[in-house]
T-cell receptor, first 114, second 111 residues
Framework: DQQVKQNSPSLSVQEGRISILNCDYTNSMFDYFLWYKKYPAEGPTFLIS?????DKNEDGRFTVFLNKSAKHLSLHIVPSQPGDSAVYFCAASAASGGSYIPTFGRGTSLIVHP | DAGITQSPRHKVTETGTPVTLRCHQT?????MYWYRQDPGHGLRLIHYSYGVKDTDKGEVSDGYSVSRSKTEDFLLTLESATSSQTSVYFC??????????FGQGTRLTVV
């Protein structure tokens, strides 16, 4: 069963508007959350992360919000740009024998229209 | 960009043949991972390593084995390739087990 769920396979947004990508998780042991961005024919690249001790982390146009009680996190991109068009993966990890093994969602394909 | 190289980048092989994919890093990172990406499944962990000769299974390890005899190299072997192993394979590295850096991927087709 999926422990990290991205229920929207795709999202279409107009340039300049806000993009909101959602992610839900089921494992209460997860304590570190990450977002990755992936362009076609390339490997995923790290975008932003958040620890479970925080509820918000911001980096430029990208902000990640964490709601632990709801086991939900979201990535906000403001303003959205055509270059943001990519697949976005949510990932979560928990300490397991001292190592952190990221578990990924299935991804959301974001298309930003000019 | 993190120094991580996957080889080969593309491979076509026949069912039943053994295949080895190589991941090489120049960052001296402790953790190395192999994932596969398939439509509708996202990235699924095959095996990972937390040090030389220290490896463990991931979510979809059946039919795969790994070896890490040096810090910089992590090999993924398909003992007898099957069509269900047609996929894009990504290697990733991480220093403290936090943010991971991914390679460019290997597209494997089993015919």
């Amino acid at each position: 069963d999926q422990q990290v769920k991205q229920n929207s396979p795709s999202l279409s947004v107009q340039e300049g508007r806000i993009s909101i990508l959602n992610c839900d998780y089921t494992n209460s042991m997860f304590d570190y959350f990450l977002w990755y961005k992936k362009y076609p024919a390339e490997g995923p690249t790290f975008l932003i992360s958040i620890s479970s001790i925080k509820d918000k982390n911001e980096d430029g146009r990208f902000t990640v919000f964490l709601n632990k009680s709801a086991k939900h996190l979201s990535l906000h991109i403001v303003p959205s740009q055509p270059g943001d068009s990519a697949v976005y993966f949510c990932a979560a990890s928990a300490a397991s024998g001292g190592s952190y093994i990221p578990t990924f969602g299935r991804g959301t394909s974001l298309i930003v229209h000019p | 960009d993190a120094g991580i190289t996957q080889s080969p980048r593309h491979k076509v092989t026949e069912t039943g043949t053994p295949v080895t994919l190589r991941c090489h890093q120049t960052e001296n990172h402790r953790y190395m991972y192999w994932y596969r990406q398939d439509p509708g499944h996202g990235l699924r962990l095959i095996h990972y390593s937390y040090g030389v000769k220290d490896t463990d299974k991931g979510e979809v390890s059946d039919g795969y084995s790994v070896s890490r005899s040096k810090t910089e190299d992590f090999l993924l072997t398909l003992e007898s390739a099957t069509s269900s192993q047609t996929s894009v394979y990504f290697c990733a590295i991480s220093e403290a087990g936090w943010e991971a850096f991914f390679g460019q991927g290997t597209r494997l087709t089993v015919v």
